[in-house]
């Protein structure tokens, strides 16, 4: 199809439309319903992901050709279940033997379906008075944006007032 035909098709809508695109694309989807070349003009830039569309759609849906085989098969894992946790924990930081990962993330033994390991509670932590290093101490976080704001403001105008 020449693009001069669609192009032309295209000045058309617009002029019609009075440059509304909205219409003009209106029109186009009218005209193509019963002008065949115009359709294909149009889809032909699009025709290889229509019918990848239209093959991936079948194929979800089960359609079984005669003679075809089905997908192939994957190999199964060559890793023993201890060196894919050793592997598992490695990349999790954790300590190898299905413990909790330090990253606080999913363990090997999580991952594998292993025991289940008791997480250690995390330590609490209280402000030291003075702040560190006998600096001013932190303010608590807000609550809510307005606060945080306003805490920001605070912050702002109280260096704004040092030397």
Known sequence: MSDSYLDGKVREALVAAKGSRSLAQNALMKWAMTDDRLLKAMAQPFIKAISGAAIAGA??????VPGMSGPPARPAPKLSQSDLMQV???LGGGDGEGGESKGGGLSAADILGGPPVAKPAAPQRRP???GVA???AKPAPPADQASAIRTLAAVYARNRKRP
């Open 59 to 64: 194929v979800k849906r089960g359609v079984s």
């Open 88 to 90: 598992l924990s490695q």
């Open 128 to 130: 030291v008075a003075g």
């Open 134 to 136: 006998g600096g001013p």
